[in-house]
């Protein structure tokens, strides 16, 4: 039997990670047992942790550690704003901004013909109901400005027409963007939403 | 093997964790998929969605192989259908059935010519239904089930055209319908390049022209559904057509 056999399946396990490959998979495995009581240890126990307590917020569909997210139980989010949003990733982003100060909804993908994704898969008709529970006057659409991403967003307006005001994000030049290197769409697309200076 | 053609996206599928799967239709090779490498990174992406126009080079060992794309965009279109929901449903038509219907890399210049025609008038929200629609027909055509509404298929008369046989999809007046006129299919005179293409009428040709799609095209493939993008389209149209 191989003494290295273990180690080969951690490494094989870490570089199923996204944004590992088999080299860089060895080089931080190595590093974790260089380390092994200030990192590694720690790691094994906090994965064992989370791999326990994690799961969907059955509210949001954010993830977290209990039944109900941070978000959704703390009152100062409770301001009539919902932000509907793809992924669980989306909402990390949002937050990171820290802009927003209303609560989420992560839908859990986009409608897609290709992948066989209808409404029926997407957290929509839990959102509808959200509306009257937490009195929503303002859904906003943050979904990616793609063909997917929009089709989806025009879905959900069309659902929620006349129960709510509705709104979506911007599209345009981004910070820090020049217009040299922009797609011919996104030029179009701010040219339209332009606004008085 | 190796060559290089202008073509429409429809759709991209991600593989690993920066390619993309691409099916693409060009004038010459039809349907047509390969492995585009850093489809993901932030240069490439806004621009690989459905209905852009590209630069195609295609790559692999074998004929068989699936091969590798490079690409380079030409123009976007997708940014001229985002604002509005019944051309971008339209635009999910299109490409949904273009993926449906047509077998993989069979040429089909006639319908690319159309199709690029079509996809170049996504801006104009005025016409786009009828143009749709048209298109539809073209579709039908190039697969062998093209509707003939010349004259009637009883009586040969080309006056009074009300119908379509379902079977043969034939044009019938509502003189040689007869008693079989429950059974027929409308005909609107949208279909004939009459009346004002208002949009209930186009609605109601495409109700026509979507059994032959069921009924013909989708009845070959093991009867698979027609793409639920398709009847979105059509729901979209008739919403809109209810709401003037």
Not at chain 2, 24 to 35: D, K, N
Not at chain 2, 120 to 138: F, K
Not at chain 2, 152 to 163: D, N, Q
Not at chain 2, 191 to 217: K, N, P, Y
Request: aromatic fraction near 4%.
């Amino acid at each position: 039997m191989s003494s290295t056999r273990d180690i080969d399946a951690l490494i094989d396990l870490m570089a199923k990670l996204p944004g590992l490959g088999p080299r860089s998979a060895r080089r931080a495995v190595l590093h974790l047992i260089r380390k092994r009581a200030l990192l590694m240890t720690p790691l094994a126990d906090q994965m064992q942790n989370v791999a326990s307590s994690a799961r969907e917020c059955v509210n949001c569909g954010n993830i977290g550690t209990a039944d109900l997210c941070d978000i959704c139980t703390s009152n100062k989010r409770a301001n009539g704003q919902i932000c509907v949003v793809e992924d669980v990733a989306d909402l990390w982003a949002m937050e990171r901004s820290g802009v927003f100060k209303g609560r989420y909804h992560v839908l859990g993908g986009t409608l897609s013909a290709l992948d066989a994704v209808g409404p029926e898969d997407l957290r929509i008709p839990r959102l509808a109901d959200r509306i009257d529970d937490e009195d929503v006057t303002e859904i906003i659409l943050a979904l990616n400005a793609t063909v997917d991403g929009q089709t989806t967003a025009h879905y959900i307006a069309d659902q929620l027409e006349h129960r709510v005001t509705l709104t979506s994000l911007a599209q345009g030049v981004p910070i820090g963007g020049e217009l040299d290197y922009l797609d011919d769409g996104t030029i179009s697309a701010a040219l339209n939403a332009r606004k008085p200076i | 093997m190796e060559w290089r053609d202008t073509g429409i996206l429809l759709s991209t599928r991600k593989h690993g964790e920066t390619s993309a799967i691409l099916e693409v239709f060009t004038p010459e090779r039809g349907r047509h998929a390969g492995v585009l490498r850093g489809a993901t990174s932030r240069k490439l992406a806004p621009v690989l969605q459905p209905g852009a126009q590209l630069d195609i080079a295609w790559r692999a060992r074998l004929e068989d192989h699936l091969g590798s794309f490079t690409v380079e965009p030409l123009r976007s279109r997708a940014h001229a259908a985002m604002a509005d929901r019944l051309i971008l449903s339209g635009l999910n038509a299109v490409t949904a059935l273009l993926l449906f219907c047509l077998p993989e890399r069979e040429a089909h210049p006639a319908l690319y010519r159309d199709t690029e025609t079509l996809l170049d008038l996504l801006d104009r929200q005025d016409i786009w239904p009828l143009a749709y629609l048209r298109w539809e027909l073209s579709l039908l055509e190039e697969l062998g089930f093209g509707l003939d509404l010349r004259a009637c298929a009883v009586t040969g008369s080309t006056e009074g055209l009300v119908h379509v046989s379902p079977r043969t999809g034939r044009a019938v007046s509502a003189a040689g319908a007869g008693d079989w006129a429950d059974r027929l299919l409308p005909l609107p005179p949208v279909l004939l390049g009459a009346g004002s293409a208002e949009d209930a009428e186009v609605a109601a040709a495409l109700g026509t022209t979507g059994h032959f799609l069921t009924h013909h095209i989708a009845a070959e493939m093991l009867h698979k559904p027609l793409p639920v993008a398709r009847g979105r389209f059509v729901d979209a149209l008739s919403r809109r057509a209810r709401r003037k």
